[in-house]
């Protein structure tokens, strides 16, 4: 009796064995199956692509991340060249990848304000700590007297991935060599006065303040004054003036620095 149910056992076991043995082979079968016709191909270009990229995830080049960036540059929808952290070396790897020419245009940040603490005034003075954004949604946009002017408080300083700015006597001060053009100080400004501007710009308006000459120099000394003289002696029609503020039309521009000479507040600089 004792033989017999032992061999029964042992029958039960390798039936038990042979049954998870086999259900196993199919679940494979049908896993490999399955796998060649769910399986999404791989676009090597991308992949090379992809592995060039700095992968700082930045969003400096308008995608969501590197590899968003890959894949847009892969499928032709962007420039070899998108990458501002990468720069040159990278666009030219990458441009060998996909068979074309890139196109590079290196880029800067730029914060149009000249107020700094030799220059603006304050309406009050704060101690403690307060960003940017918090200053400029409190009654009055902060201690700076013009509305438009920066903040000082390091917003921007915080945001910057690469040490590329910093506050210098009141005021951000973009350090060229350094930038990357992200474009993380442009979103950080409450205030709006950091943009992205091709590195070989040579005249920008160092303002942004739109209220009457009046009272720009109130609130301070480096302050475009809306008197015109830039635009109208411009002899290449390169300087539009709108909302008492003048913006040079790069486009337009021909570098001859007629406006640098006729600005009586001296706000519109030659970038060096």
């Known amino acids: 009796m004792g033989m017999i149910a032992m061999s029964a056992t042992m029958e039960a076991v390798l039936w038990a064995v042979l049954i998870v043995g086999g259900v196993g082979l199919i679940i494979g079968i049908a896993l490999g199956i399955a796998g060649k016709f ?35 540059i892969a499928k032709g929808e962007s420039d070899p060249g998108s990458c501002p952290v990468g720069g040159a070396e990278v666009a030219e790897q990458i441009a060998k990848i996909v068979g074309i020419e890139a196109k590079i245009v290196k880029k800067v940040a730029y914060v149009a304000c000249s107020g700094d603490c030799d220059k603006a005034k304050n309406k009050y003075v704060y101690h403690g700590n307060m960003s940017c954004e918090d200053a400029a949604n409190i ?15 390091g ?17 951000a001060v973009v350090d060229r060599d ?30 942004s ?49 007629t406006c640098v000479l006729k600005c009586p ?3 519109i600089e030659e970038i060096k």
């Open 38 to 72: 769910l399986a999404v191909d791989v676009d090597e270009k991308e992949a090379a692509i992809r592995e060039v990229l700095p992968g700082n995830n930045c969003g400096g080049c308008g995608f969501p991340g590197c590899d968003g960036l890959a894949a847009a």
């Open 139 to 153: 009654p009055g946009g902060g201690a700076k007297a013009c509305s438009y002017g920066c903040l000082g408080l």
């Open 155 to 171: 917003s921007c300083v915080s945001a910057c991935e690469f040490d590329a700015i910093h506050i210098e006597n009141g005021k």
């Open 178 to 207: 350094k930038c990357k053009a992200c474009g993380k100080c442009v979103e950080a400004c409450p205030k709006g006065l950091i943009s992205i501007i091709p590195y070989d710009t040579q005249y920008m308006v160092k303002c």
């Open 209 to 257: 303040s739109k209220d009457k000459g009046k009272d720009v120099m109130q609130a301070c000394s480096a302050g475009c004054i809306g008197c015109g003289l830039c635009a109208k002696n411009c002899p290449h029609d390169a300087i539009d003036f709108g909302f008492n503020l003048a913006t040079i039309m790069q486009d337009k521009c021909q570098n001859c620095g």
């Open 265 to 267: 507040k001296k706000v």
